[in-house]
């Protein structure tokens, strides 16, 4: 494939190289720019329209500021691509979000371009405020930037964090990068908000630009000033909002213009002296009509053809996780009104886009908002509802106060569907689902689940849907079944039972999740070694299945626990209720299997397991250890 050429991007290899660029040689670097994120991404897929709708952005960021000293800090960093092509890491732009290669967020360890780690949302400008703050008081010099998109903005912590800075009345700038699209359409009186702003008629008329904008500028950048001038008019109708929060407001800016935001980055870094919000407009996808045309702007591509835009996506007849619980929640809610749904800005991801067509009234997009969604549905329950609350296990980290104490401690019966369980491929540790299972199961009156295949996922919304006594979690992983059949209609399963699905003499294996077909690959080489094994898939780790846990300990030599998450889970009550009973007094070998204790970075799932050393081999290769016997030993 022949790579696109980029004569003035071949000149950049760190933002310092682009002080020496005229202005019209800005604009040519912003369009080489976007192709070569285009065709990087195409390699090595991932998210593509949030980047290429922040390339002038982006250069216009790094022409004006002086980074790495000013600290520029990208608001989840789906859209760093460009930034990382223009921060010295063009030459391994083609290992994005593979093992060993680019993170596809901003990571500290990686750049000290990257001041600060982001891969959830909303954080940009609190870690702002805080670089600030520590400027101020004598810490590293330099101005700090926070790039947040309109989706992020709608999150709680944005407005906590503008609040304060508002307060505190230090130099910080805040650019709301405004696409009209986060992952999904953005949803809430914020969106029409915004879009009220650059619809204003006034935006749009040339003859009302704010008086005096000219005057703003220093004198060597005059040149350019009148379309300076025509985005900054905004500043005389718009911002209410934020200058009520104590910012100073400018816009609506057009973002793809760099003789716009040349001009206005340069003015308000020169004259700024307390909080400043820029609003631009950018278009998700832009200047990659595929993407553009596309229903999600292209936000996550797998390696793609650059002309046809047609993915390189395996084909596989097994349906995934995602959309076994979405079909099966769809018909619950057909057999039951008072069935809702909530999710959190992921409707797509989490699969309620289908319960959203079939009963849009009953379902709610709340927006990037974790800890509203929990109370929201808390208070759904407790109005006599059956709601599930359909999150990532890594975004449900978000909302663990609300989960303890809005839904916990009141016994309210909200269903908590956690997607992206375990190990998740290509976006790595951010967003891992490992700790759901150890912070949920310490609550009390808290049922938890884990699906072991698709059809286990069937009958665990219907138990989730019938159980009203408490809150009630059921996990599942990423990505395709495991091809089980899966069932007419879910049936609920009782309450705090596992079951038994090969009964063996000398070893038990006890799964938690979906790790049971590992566990079952290893049984058999076990099997083959002439060791009698039983395996057993728990299906709850809460309340725990005590009667087939103390029979497994009683009937054989070692009980070897396995599980897709972290220390704390599913391992550590197992052994709890066998210390509880005297097990341990009477001889018996016990081990868990658990993530380890370290954040594992991207690769593929199956090659994060192998890391996490939770692959059937290697729960063999335990097995053999805790009896004794060594892996050398003849198969039988």
């Known amino acids: 494939m022949t790579r696109p050429t980029t004569p003035i991007l071949d000149r950049v290899t760190i933002p310092a190289d682009m002080k020496r660029l005229t202005d019209r040689e ?33 250069v216009a960021l790094h022409a004006v500021f002086d980074t ?37 967020f901003t990571k500290r360890s990686e750049s000290e371009y990257d001041p600060f780690g982001a891969a ?33 903005m709608s999150a709680g912590m944005a407005f906590e964090a503008m609040n304060n800075a508002g307060h505190m009345d ?28 650059y619809g204003d008629a006034r935006f749009h008329d040339l003859k009302s630009a704010a008086k005096g904008a000219v005057a703003m500028l220093p004198e060597p950048f005059q040149e350019g000033a009148r379309r300076a001038k025509e985005m900054l008019k905004g500043m005389a109708f718009g911002g209410t909002l934020f200058e009520e929060l104590g910012f100073s407001y400018i816009g609506p800016v057009d973002g793809h213009d760099l003789d716009a935001l040349l001009p206005v980055l340069r003015t308000v870094r020169a004259k700024a002296t307390g909080p400043v919000l820029i609003h631009t407009i950018t278009k998700k996808g832009k ?73 849009p009234e009953r379902c709610f997009d709340v927006g990037i908002a974790e800890q509203h969604a929990v109370t929201f549905a808390a208070g759904m329950a407790a109005g006599g509802l ?103 209609r879910g049936t609920p399963i009782p309450i705090g039972k596992g079951r038994v699905i090969r ?49 497994l300990a009683r009937e054989h030599e070692a009980l070897l626990t396995v599980e897709e998450g972290a220390i704390g889970g599913f391992g550590s009550h197992v052994a709890q209720c066998l210390a509880e009973a005297g097990v341990f007094d009477r001889g018996l070998k016990f081990r868990s299997m658990v993530l380890p204790d370290t954040f594992i970075d991207q690769a593929s799932p199956a090659a994060m397991y192998h890391i996490a050393g939770l692959d059937a081999a290697q729960i063999e290769g335990l097995a053999l250890q805790m009896l004794g016997v060594s892996a050398l030993t003849r198969r039988a």
Request: proline share 4%.
């Open 26 to 58: 800005l604009r040519q670097l912003a369009d080489e720019l976007r192709a070569e994120t285009i065709d990087a991404v195409s390699v090595t897929g991932g998210h593509l329209g949030a980047g290429l709708g922040v390339v002038e952005l982006t």
């Open 68 to 104: 790495p000293k000013d600290k520029l800090i990208w608001d989840v960093g789906h859209q760093c691509y460009p930034h990382k092509i223009l921060t010295g890491r063009r030459d391994r732009i083609r290992t994005l979000r593979m093992e060993g290669g680019l993170s596809g």
């Open 120 to 152: 959830h949302s909303s954080t940009s400008i609190s870690a702002a405020l805080g670089f600030a703050a520590a400027r101020d008081l004598g810490g590293q010099p330099g101005d700090a930037i926070a790039v947040i998109g309109d989706g992020a």
């Open 170 to 197: 230090t130099r910080l700038f805040v650019i709301l990068n405004d696409n009209e699209m986060s992952i999904a359409p953005p949803v809430g009186a914020l969106s029409a908000y915004l879009s009220r702003l």
């Open 287 to 359: 200047g990659y009509a595929p993407a553009e045309r596309a229903a999600d702007k292209g936000h996550a591509t797998a390696k793609f053809d650059v002309q046809t835009f047609a993915q390189a996506k395996a084909a596989s007849n097994l349906p995934s996780y995602t959309k076994v619980f979405a079909q099966a929640l769809v018909a619950e809610a057909e057999r039951d009104s008072k069935v809702v749904a909530v999710t959190a800005a992921m409707p797509d991801g989490t699969g309620l886009n289908l319960m959203a067509q079939r009963f």
């Open 386 to 488: 059956r709601p599930f609350c359909a999150i990532y296990s890594t975004f449900l980290q978000r909302g663990y106060d609300q989960v303890v104490h809005d839904v916990a401690i009141q016994r309210l019966p909200v269903r908590f569907a956690i997607d992206r369980a375990g190990l998740v491929g290509a976006d790595g540790a951010t967003h891992a689902g490992s700790f759901d299972i150890a912070f949920l199961a310490n609550l009390p009156g808290f049922t938890v689940m884990a699906a072991a295949d698709e059809a286990e996922l069937v009958h665990m919304v219907a138990t989730a849907a019938a159980h009203d006594d408490g809150p009630i979690a059921f996990r599942y992983p990423r990505g395709e079944g495991t091809g089980a059949p899966l069932p007419l």
């Open 503 to 551: 009964e063996g003499e000398r070893v038990a294996l006890l799964s938690f999740g979906t790790r049971l077909f590992e566990v079952e690959r290893a049984a058999e080489a076990l099997e083959a070694r002439g060791i009698s094994t039983t395996v057993a898939d728990a299906r709850f780790a809460k309340p725990l299945d005590r009667d087939l846990v103390l029979s």
